[in-house]
């Protein structure tokens, strides 16, 4: 299976602050990279699809980059309803999809 | 509006059985793949089976095959998963989702329904 490791696993920051999230995956995936944002007691939600695409209806302060191995999600200036948890999740290798662990972006 | 309900979910003892539902509107069911994801605290999100639009193909994870049997039934636009000889492993809060054609990124989900396995 492919192993999707995601950093920091946990972060904190500020409102208006710029934040980057990484994903590795253990083989080369080409660009089939997702990211989803999980907000407590709630179902993940897709923002970026096959690395860079936002999902419709996402704000544009996120935005995703990379292909190969590493990945980035970026969000350019943090609003107080973008803390969450947020998870890699690799559609190279389908059906066997793998998620990353996830990374709890926090308020500091 | 597009939605994904899922229910069935239960407290059932080891070696028990369950049948998960997921109702779907808001989109043509029959033609999209659509798939089971689980939560747990320790090992995050893990996906546990998938179907075909027709409902000709399915695959599971390794840790479910054998035990675990997806199905569809497209006239009534929902999706199953039969789950039988439950471990304590198998508890988890179960995700169905659907899976764009195009991208293979899951772009629906449902708000989840909780399986607990514990004698």
């Known amino acids: 299976d492919i192993q999707m490791t995601q950093s920091p696993s946990s972060l904190s920051a500020s409102v208006g602050d710029r934040v980057t999230i990484t994903c590795r995956a253990s083989?080369?995936?080409?660009?089939?990279l997702n990211w989803y944002q999980q907000k407590p007691g709630k179902a993940p939600k897709l923002l970026i699809y096959?690395?860079?695409y936002l999902q419709s209806g996402v704000p544009s302060r996120f935005s995703g980059s990379g292909a190969g191995t590493d990945f980035t999600l970026t969000i350019s200036s943090l609003q107080p309803e973008d803390f969450a948890t947020y998870f890699c999740?690799?559609?190279?290798?389908?059906?066997?999809?793998?998620f990353g662990q996830g990374t709890k972006l926090e308020i500091k | 509006e597009v939605q994904l309900v899922e229910s069935g979910g239960v407290v059932v003892q080891p070696g028990g059985a369950l049948r998960l539902s997921c109702a779907a509107s808001?989109?043509?069911?029959?033609?999209?793949?659509m798939l089971w994801v689980r939560q747990t605290p320790g090992k995050g999100l893990e996906w546990v089976s998938l179907?075909?639009?027709?409902?000709?193909?399915?695959y599971y994870a390794d840790s479910v095959k054998g035990r675990f049997t997806i199905s569809r039934d497209n006239s009534k636009t929902s999706l199953y998963l039969q789950m039988d000889s439950l471990r304590t492993e198998d508890t988890a809060l179960y995700y169905c989702?659907?899976?764009?054609?195009?991208?293979?990124?899951?772009?629906?989900w449902g708000q989840g329904t909780r399986v607990t396995v514990s004698s």
């Open positions: 096959t690395a860079s």
């Open positions: 083989q080369s995936i080409s660009n089939f």
């Open positions: 808001g989109f043509t069911f029959g033609d999209y793949s």
């Open positions: 999740q690799q559609s190279y290798s389908t059906p066997m999809y793998t």
């Open positions: 989702a659907k899976v764009n054609w195009l991208t293979k990124a899951f772009d629906m």
């Open positions: 179907i075909i639009g027709d409902g000709s193909r399915t």
